[in-house]
């Protein structure tokens, strides 16, 4: 039987709302990642979270950010790589200190984008990474996009997994459609539910351009501040379930 990780970026609350059906999403997916201060989330946030995860048998995992909740953590900012290893661990330490299983590190926004493509991000998120593992006696697995942080997290012995993007469109290059352009997003939910499974089965993803991209993925990621993410994410599992893959995290 095919198996595959189903996640989503949940615990994003700003001023206190949240901007997710968290309650709705933790019912669908396989893992969370788990926003812990840095562009949304705050004690109460975690600490429901968590919660949430243990009751849904789900797996936490930590979503740090740059610091930069005005931003939402989405603009790229240019912090020395000492500075982001200090912020970037007691993000990830703040949600272990709450009680959490945490099982895998994803950044968040442009810091996702910067550890991918920027060796000096890639090596100071890593490093915290592994300084939480060693404070936890444990290994710390990372996912995202390949990049500078496959290397980054291999030197360090960090185990890192390939997710795709069920609700994001894609450039011919395999990276994003920027947010700011035009099919950044996608809307349909038989169109996402049907991308989640041919990339559980082996398949990869339609760039905007029509172009085919192989993607060998690990996770699948629905963003849980997508308009209708809850609606999206029934439907995605519905498919995966329709097709015989199973669910389940692998961390």
Request: glycine share 12%; hydrophobic share 50%; with cysteine.
């Amino acid at each position: 039987m095919a198996a595959i990780d189903l996640n989503a970026d949940l615990g994003e609350t700003v001023d206190g709302v949240p901007t997710a059906d968290d309650e709705a999403m933790f019912a669908v997916v396989s893992s969370a990642s788990v926003a812990c201060g840095g562009h949304a989330g705050d004690i109460p946030s975690m600490t429901d979270a968590v919660r949430r995860a243990a009751e849904q048998g789900v797996a936490v995992g930590a979503h740090p950010s740059f610091v930069d909740r005005a931003g939402f953590g989405r603009v790229a900012l240019a912090v020395p790589p000492a500075i982001l290893r200090t912020q970037v661990r007691d993000q990830i330490a703040a949600l272990a200190g709450l009680g959490a299983d945490l099982r895998y590190v994803k950044p968040h926004g442009a810091l996702y984008h910067a550890v991918s493509a920027e060796p000096g991000a890639a090596g100071a998120v890593a490093a915290a990474v592994a300084d939480v593992a060693a404070d936890l006696g444990r290994t710390l697995p990372m996912l995202g996009m390949p990049g500078a942080i496959t290397e980054a997290a291999g030197s360090r012995g960090i185990p890192f997994f390939v997710e795709a993007f069920l609700d994001r469109g894609y450039l011919a290059s395999g990276s994003l459609v920027p947010r700011t352009e035009q099919g950044a997003l996608l809307h349909d939910a038989e169109v996402v539910a049907a991308r989640a499974v041919t990339l559980a089965t082996g398949g990869g993803v339609v760039a905007i351009d029509g172009s085919s991209i192989a993607v060998d993925a690990a996770s699948l990621c629905l963003h849980g501040d997508t308009p209708g993410s809850a609606a999206m994410a029934r439907a995605v599992r519905a498919a995966l379930d329709a097709a015989g893959v199973e669910v389940r995290a692998p961390w």
